[in-house]
């Protein structure tokens, strides 16, 4: 700044503490101080101000009137992405396996100030969500479309589990809120489905179950979803329908019990609990039909048809 008297004469005596100035600043903001400095040789004053709070400051000053070439009025704008005031969380607190578990960013300069996500420097950003014994995940960020202000990653794990975050900026620690998620298991998948054999000596899981000629006919079966996640039968959600026909057997149907340890039994209702097979079906196993519905629905969201086999030495009906 440079005072002039009404004739444009230049002012060279005054002090800086004589030059009547105010600063208008923006809602939020403290007082702003400043400093001035007078060049003895051309009569300048400049004004070096010390303002933190993002928006524009006003400077006015009765010496200004009617100046149009004094430019009175000055932007700050947001500092680079700082680990202080930077928070992030996770949007959900459970997620089914395979599908998107959104992390969302707030970032903020070191003075507080918000940082528009289009102007954050995403590569000062680390995040990693990880599951344990499962992998480790890091994630990319955008603008996002739907949390206004936020940068947006997205993950997907196809295995159940909890997951934790792992959030840096500039490789130091930021704040994230309520910092865990869980993915859980997808609806069964029947075509997933296994059941136990015991041959005598062991216990292994199997896609083809095989009986015994002229044994009682009792199965145990365990659920997964599509991803290989095991899937508890006793989940009040689910219903599961089985009927078993073939080799000139009238279809019948079959009783379900969910297990305490999560498995299912299938074996013939009360009033057909002496039902046995008695074929001896190796080339033509029977037909074992499952059906599963979500409770309340008449349509199955899965069903498969699984052979039975009936092992043994003997041929035709006993």
Not at 214 to 237: E, I, M, Q, S, W
Request: neutral net charge; glycine residues 6%; proline residues 6%.
């Amino acid at each position: 700044m440079c005072i002039r008297d009404r004739y444009k004469n230049i002012h060279k005596t005054y002090t800086p503490s004589e030059i009547p100035v105010r600063f208008i600043v923006p809602k939020n903001s403290l007082p702003v101080t400043w400093n001035t400095v007078k060049n003895e040789k051309d009569a300048t004053t400049k004004f070096s101000v010390d303002a933190n709070i993002v928006g524009q400051y006003l400077f006015r000053s009765e010496f200004l009137s009617g100046d149009s070439t004094i430019k009175n009025s000055f932007n700050i704008t947001s500092g680079k992405v700082s680990h202080e005031f930077t928070n992030g969380k996770p949007t959900q607190k459970e997620v089914k396996a395979g599908e998107e578990l959104i992390y969302i960013i707030y970032a903020y300069d070191q003075n507080n100030n918000v940082i528009p996500a289009k102007e954050v420097q995403v590569e000062k950003i680390n995040v990693k969500a990880i599951q344990e014994g499962s992998e480790t995940i890091t994630l990319s960020f955008k603008p996002s479309e739907k949390f206004e202000g936020a940068l947006e990653g997205k993950v997907k794990f196809n295995k159940t589990g909890d997951v934790t975050f792992e959030s840096l900026v500039n490789n130091k620690p930021f704040k994230c809120i309520e910092c865990a998620s869980k993915v859980i298991q997808q609806d069964p998948e029947l075509l997933n489905m296994k059941f136990t054999s015991n041959d005598g000596v062991s216990t292994k899981d199997t896609d083809k179950p095989e009986i015994n000629e002229k044994t009682p006919l009792k199965l145990t079966g365990k659920l997964y979803d599509k991803f290989g996640n095991p899937v508890r039968a006793d989940n009040p959600a689910y219903q599961l329908n089985v009927t078993i026909g073939g080799n000139d057997m009238e279809e019948t149907t079959l009783e379900v019990k969910p297990n305490p340890d999560g498995t299912f039994s299938i074996a013939p209702s009360e009033k057909r609990e002496d039902l046995t097979l008695n074929l001896v079906s190796v080339e033509t196993p029977y037909n074992i039909t499952i059906k599963l519905f979500k409770k309340g629905q008449d349509k199955p969201i899965s069903e498969t048809n699984v052979p039975l086999i009936v092992k043994g030495e003997t041929q035709g009906y006993g």
